[in-house]
């Protein structure tokens, strides 16, 4: 896509006609005053065989809201100047408007040659060389062109087909999205919008949303330069034929794209450039009129660093503004005052995530992180919160294949951590890991006797859904910094404390589970009798103390003694009952059939109807009994 620009009266709509064979002034009002008023679109074949769509642009100062509808995706322009006028005031403001967008590649075409002698048009060109010193174009092609007799014409298709073919390819992000410049009823048709196709593809049939307001359409037709096509691709000028969508619910402005895949919002944040030629500075809550793609809206400005912006100075900024406008991280815009009407500056979307931004160094650190250069640095500053890999990779601009590389290269590198169904940086993962563990210690604090705090109420503090939370607590407990107690957690080393009256109830009942270990007093016995309430009991477990079967506590001696009369009897006999259990352990069945179902969860025996078998050898069998019960080598 190429545009036009320059001052009215340069011989935009001339020049383009007699490079295509197409009239651009679509318009009667537009023929009869012989000036371009909006929009106008023509479309040229190159030697190459490469086809190239124009967007020919008003140059009238009044109309520069649909030069800018025009001009904010295209890859290369035609900057006109008329050798008979030279360097006049709109050339100068298109001039700062494409620097603004990025279009830093072009063709200078110099029109009305045949009107101006030699020495003359040595002085032009002279002027306009200085006037694109400083700016992206300043080693643009000049081309002296007559639309009249056709001198240079040849030479100037030439030079577009060497910008173009300098120009890198269209970003396809998998994410398309088409900024409508024109929407209009075609009889036998319905409803028709065009614009130029943005970071992603659309086909026939498609099903496609109205930003703002997610008006759901279906494609029924596409063409582009005229010809009707199934697949329109990144770059091309198109033209969509919707069903489902009346032409009076689509206008100019809007962006058709895949539902879901694109936001609308009214707050913008984003490095403000404002240009030297400004007339005063931007003050913080002065009135802008913002154009962003094919929209236009008016807005307040948020100054995020110091009270105002100086001509030529540049800083961080929110916009809020009037109406919400579909956009993308990334995009380019341009900000005008609205009167007296001029064009002050304009910038990349760094951030429109909805919230107000405060004027704080870390608001205005946070958005530096996200317009980083690197993909991978720009993914990173998305993860402030938890994201799903596609809403970090929306928020920071970056397409599906960008986001998978960078993805990679912060898994490899550590900076990420995965939590769920999310991502998260390393930073904020240890700033939630640093809530966990306050809370643990606390809860500790309080109840020194409680095995950890609830699972929930620890969510609580992260604010993490469930499955986010999951992956929190497991990333924690492999780093070694917690303990996953199922309903409870725990900080890892963390033993309950016992004051010495408990700690001399725990005596006596440990004297009275050693008095016959396989056949312990039943728990509201021990409660009875020796003071051992729930409580303390389950302090007890967490300390490894006591296990817990069903309803009956032992001493971890006990089932490992049981653990070992059992193995030996499936080494020799190569089967168990549980009678048989019971007579080699001298135990009653209340106890086995409990002991045996503890081998059976940990692994070691498997149950057979009513035999059991053993899984392992007998030496890895006795060892992993030792590793479920804590019990050291040297005391089994």
Known sequence: MVGTAGHVDHGKSTLIHALTGIDPDRLREERERGMTIDLGFAWLTLADGAEVGIVDVP????????????????????????????????????LAILELLG????????????????????????????????????????????????????????????????????RDLARPRLPVDRAFTMSGFGTVVTGTLL???????????????????RIRGLQSHRRAIEIAHPGSRV????????????????????????????????????????????????????????????????????????????????????????VAVGDRLVLRRPSPSETIGGGVVADLEGERLRRRADTVAALERRSAPSPADRLLAALDVARTPAEAGERSGLGSAERVAALASLVAEGRIVTLGDAILARDGVEA??????????????????????????????????????TGLVGWLVAEGRIADRGSLLSLAGFRPMLSPAQE??????????????????????????????????????????????????????????????????????????????????????KHVLPLLQYLDVAGLTRRDGDLRLLVYDADEARARLRAALKVPEDRA
């Open 59 to 94: 140059g009238h100062q009044d109309f520069i809201r649909n030069m800018l509808a025009g001009v904010g995706s295209i890859d290369a322009v035609i900057l006109v100047v008329a050798l008979d006028e030279g360097v006049m005031p709109q050339t100068r403001e298109h």
């Open 103 to 170: 279009v830093d590649r072009g063709v200078v075409a110099l029109t009305k040659r045949d009107l101006v002698d030699d020495e003359w048009a040595a002085l032009v060109r002279t002027e306009v060389r200085t006037a694109l010193l400083h700016t992206p174009l300043a080693a643009a092609p000049f081309c002296e062109v007559s639309a009249s007799t056709g001198r240079g014409l040849d030479d100037l298709k030439a030079s577009l087909a060497a910008a173009l073919g300098a120009a890198p390819p269209r």
């Open 199 to 217: 970071d992603g593809s659309l086909a026939v049939g498609d099903e496609v949303a109205l930003q703002p307001g997610e008006r759901r359409a």
């Open 239 to 326: 033209a969509v034929n919707l069903t489902g969508v009346d032409r009076a619910e689509v206008e100019r402005g809007m962006v058709i794209a895949r539902p879901g895949t694109l936001v609308s919002s009214s707050l913008l944040g984003l490095r403000c450039v404002v240009l030297a030629s400004a007339a005063a500075p931007l003050g913080h809550d002065d009135q802008v009129k913002v154009h962003v793609g094919t929209a236009e809206t008016i807005a307040r400005v948020s100054i995020l660093e110091g009270r105002e912006l100086a001509p030529g100075a540049s800083g961080w900024i929110q916009l809020r503004l009037a109406t919400p406008v579909a």
């Open 432 to 469: 939630l890991a640093l809530k966990v563990e306050r809370t643990l210690q606390v809860a500790h604090g309080r109840n020194p006797l409680r095995a950890g705090a609830p699972r929930e109420e620890v969510r609580g503090v992260t604010g993490l859904a469930a499955k986010r939370f």
């Open 504 to 589: 001399a109830i725990w005596l006596r009942v440990r004297d009275e589970l050693e008095r016959d270990l396989l056949k312990p007093p039943a728990a509201d016995v021990l409660e009875r009798e020796l003071g051992l309430d729930r409580e303390l009991a389950a302090a007890l477990e967490t300390r490894g103390d006591l296990i817990r079967i069903e309803d009956s506590l032992f001493a971890p001696a006990a089932i490992l003694r049981f653990g070992s009369i059992v193995i030996d009897e499936l080494v020799s006999a190569g089967r168990i009952t549980v009678g048989r259990a019971r007579d080699l352990s001298s135990s009653s069945r």
